[in-house]
């Protein structure tokens, strides 16, 4: 008896493991495992991620929600991997019957980057060579904006234009932003104090330590990595509902 108490004891920590927030470091490793070793594709990343982040603006703010107006969505893309991505939820978006529209004002030359715009210039999506300024932002020309401009690689402490002058807009409008796995603007590793406040953050693989405090709603996608990864990592993954690819935390 002593010894069946003994290892329900034992056993139960780890039914409550915390989940694991990344540094900057592990998520980048993460992401090199998974391509050096797992063989996944970096437009295959980048799809699962621009999908489920999609998906996830669907959660937050449903065509119903907005029915009284056009579902309007500014998504403003970064020149690395987390303006692919916005790219994708952007596509995406599309499909699922919302109207986005994407300011992208530093084009990278990378071949699969330049693929995800004409993805979505086939899909009628139009592409601003200007970004709106605050007044035309606050009269509800649009309804949402999806900040996936900096990212995890980006060095908070040394934003350039035109990305500076960027986050000073997104700090004024109070309409709803979305951010991509880090909010523009924040260090990867801490919460922001004086950045932008985003009322939903998209985490991909598992949160990052920025988002330990983060006080609005928070997605996961995180579904698709291997379970070694995960257990390597000690991740702690929650667990998911159904087939769904990402959850609320």
């Known amino acids: 008896m002593d010894k ?127 970004l709106p300024t605050e007044v035309q932002l606050i009269n509800d020309a649009y309804n949402l904006v999806i900040d996936a401009m900096l990212g995890l690689e980006a060095d908070s402490s040394n934003i350039k234009e035109p990305y500076s002058g960027i986050l000073v807009t997104l700090k004024q409008i109070k309409i709803p932003i979305v951010s991509v796995d880090v909010p523009s603007g924040w260090d990867a590793e801490e919460p922001s104090q004086d950045g932008i406040n985003p009322e939903v953050l998209i985490s991909l693989m598992a949160p990052k330590k920025c988002a330990l405090n983060f006080s609005g709603k928070h997605f996961l996608a995180g579904r698709f990595l291997p379970y070694d990864i995960q257990k390597k990592y000690e991740l702690n993954l929650p667990d998911y509902a159904g087939t769904d690819c990402l959850l609320e935390l």
């Open 4 to 130: 069946m108490n003994h290892s329900s004891a034992e056993a139960e920590p780890e039914t409550i493991e915390p989940l694991r927030y990344l540094s900057k470091g592990d998520a980048a490793a993460i992401e090199t495992e998974l391509l050096r070793d797992y063989k996944f594709g970096q437009q295959q990343l980048i799809e699962l991620w621009g999908q489920a982040c999609a998906l996830a603006i669907t959660k937050a703010y449903p065509l119903s929600a907005l029915s009284k107006k056009q579902p309007t969505v500014l998504v403003i893309c970064g020149p690395d991997q987390n303006g692919s991505i916005g790219l994708v939820c952007a596509r995406h978006l599309r499909i699922f019957d919302y109207e986005p529209t994407i300011y992208h004002p530093k084009r990278s030359s990378h071949s699969l980057h330049q693929d995800f715009t004409i993805q979505c210039e086939k899909m009628d999506i139009p592409f601003l060579s200007y």
